[in-house]
């Protein structure tokens, strides 16, 4: 069997006004993420992971923020196009490691939800995608509540 491992970083800022969907999940919070897409961090950093695993290069190469083309697109759909791709290099999700940085608002009511939509997408079972939360303890942009940053760890498994 073939194993290839790939990981993910993305970081957005924040702003008032603005809807904060992660992991698929539309999350209930007065900020949300800046972005030319629908600002999923969670789903960025994935992507990044996935297409780092296969070799191919970051989601900014086969998703430009410069194209109308992903105005506003639900980051759902970019992940069903990397999945795409991994289908059809002979490639399958072995597991999925997420974690989100962000102060507040608190994630654990969405970490089930999240885990289940990522899972769908991918096509794999809930128990093969780990989403945790984290602060960073009042540190940094994501402390002061300016950011939102995601590390993703992916294995691709070929028989």
Known sequence: ???????????????????LWLGGVKIES???????????????ALCDAILGALALGDIG????????EFKGIDSKILLERVMALVSSYGWSIGNADITIALQRPKLAP??????????????????RVSVKATTTEKLGFVGRGEGCEVYAVVLLTKE
């Open 1 to 19: 069997m073939d194993i290839r491992i790939g990981n993910g970083y993305d970081v957005h800022a924040l702003a008032p006004g603005l809807s």
């Open 30 to 44: 007065p900020v949300g993420c800046i972005a030319h897409s629908d600002g999923d961090v969670a789903i960025h």
């Open 61 to 68: 190469k086969h998703f430009p923020d410069t194209s109308a």
């Open 110 to 127: 969405y970490i089930v939800p999240m885990r289940e939509c990522l899972a769908g997408i991918m096509g794999i079972s809930p128990d």
